[in-house]
């Protein structure tokens, strides 16, 4: 696509006051699904990273990886069990989850980041003791909530210029491991950071009026309206921890927290640069611009 000069310009001047509102603030993002797939996509989400550290915003990505998690289930034959959105998660399980998140998924991230000319640190949540964690639910195994996020060794990262990309994996208070829903992760690290914003990449464009819908998108909700939401069937499945997770974050001083759709190229930069922001905002009304 050929662009003019004044174009670019055009562009890049409209930039300037999103890049001002950012610059020296921590973004939590939470990369998953599609994005996480498809080449191009990833490489998107890398450049827009690069371009985020460049313009000297604190970025913190945090990512998920289950059809990395099934894929090797499967080979070892073990079939993947889900309870309200959530992995239910034997030992061995937990053994594949650990291998899978914390070394290979995390590692190729890291490595990618590194490629696209950014600098990257891959921990997880046993690094440093980022994340503390007990079990949430006897009937999902080892699956944890989280009960303390020790943000150093993310602020010292990011102070040296290392972007830190994060799998969720936590360490229990007696030597045990436990696998945590990432959505729910990069919602209470960002909320510990006191980050400017929360934006979590997923595969639909925001929340939808009709899940089956993609023109019914809610484009902004404020955080007291999730309730209504919910009961009506609206904020459903896997929405549900996910728009807990952000209402959490609101409530504890994120200023905004939006779903983006990860299908979208760029999707960060035109979240975060322009006035075009795709998906859902949540936000608290006395924070309200």
Do not use: W
Not at 77 to 100: A, P, W
Not at 168 to 177: D, K, L
């Amino acid at each position: 696509m050929d662009i003019s000069n004044s174009e670019r310009a055009k562009v890049l001047v409209q930039a300037l006051p999103y890049i001002k509102k950012y610059a020296g603030k921590t973004v939590v993002v939470k990369y998953g699904g599609n994005a996480m797939i498809d080449e191009g996509l990833k490489n998107d989400v890398m450049n827009d990273i690069v371009l985020m550290q460049l313009v000297g915003i604190n970025v913190v990505l945090v990512h998920g990886g289950g059809p990395e998690i099934n894929a090797m289930l499967k080979k070892i034959q073990k079939e993947s069990k889900f309870l309200n959105g959530m992995r239910v998660t034997d030992q061995e399980t937990m053994d594949i989850v650990q291998q899978v998140l914390a070394g290979k998924v995390n590692k190729d991230l890291v490595q990618r980041l590194e490629d696209a000319g950014g600098k990257a640190v891959g921990l997880c949540g046993l690094d440093g003791s980022l994340l503390k964690a007990d079990q949430l639910d006897t009937e999902l195994g080892y699956v944890g909530e989280i009960r303390e996020v020790n943000v150093d060794i993310l602020r010292n990262a990011a102070g040296n210029g290392y972007v830190p990309i994060v799998s969720t994996v936590a360490a229990g208070y007696h030597g045990e491991v436990f696998n945590i829903n990432a959505d729910v992760a990069a919602a209470r690290i960002a909320s510990s950071l006191g980050a400017m914003k929360l934006i979590l990449m997923t595969d639909v464009r925001g929340l939808l009026r009709d899940k089956d819908d993609e023109s019914t998108l809610i484009p902004e909700v404020e955080v007291s309206e999730i309730e209504g939401y919910k009961s009506a069937g609206i904020i459903a499945g896997g929405m549900i921890p996910k728009i807990g997770g952000m209402a959490d974050a609101i409530y504890q001083g994120v200023h905004e927290a939006v779903i983006i759709d990860g299908r979208v190229p760029h999707s960060i930069l035109l979240e975060l640069f322009s006035d075009r922001g795709s998906g859902t905002r949540f936000y608290r009304r006395s924070h309200h611009e």
